[in-house]
């Protein structure tokens, strides 16, 4: 399988097509960072849409 292919089985909900939650923890470490590296205040709003 192409490298680009299994990164993409790999963060993609195979039912829905949406991003998984390793993409999600990946981007909240990410601005999580940058919102303590700069003093921005960050907020959160999940929803579990089952």
Do not use: Y
């Not at 963060?11 to 097509?17: F, I, L, R, V, Y």
């Not at 990410?30 to 700069?38: G, V």
Request: net charge positive; charged share 25%.
């Amino acid at each position: 399988m192409h490298p680009h292919r299994i990164r993409v089985v790999f963060q993609t909900d195979s039912m829905t097509g949406i991003s998984n939650r390793v993409v999600f923890d990946r981007a909240m470490i990410t601005e999580w960072d940058r919102c303590r590296r700069h003093s921005i205040p960050l907020s959160l709003i999940m929803i579990d849409i089952d």
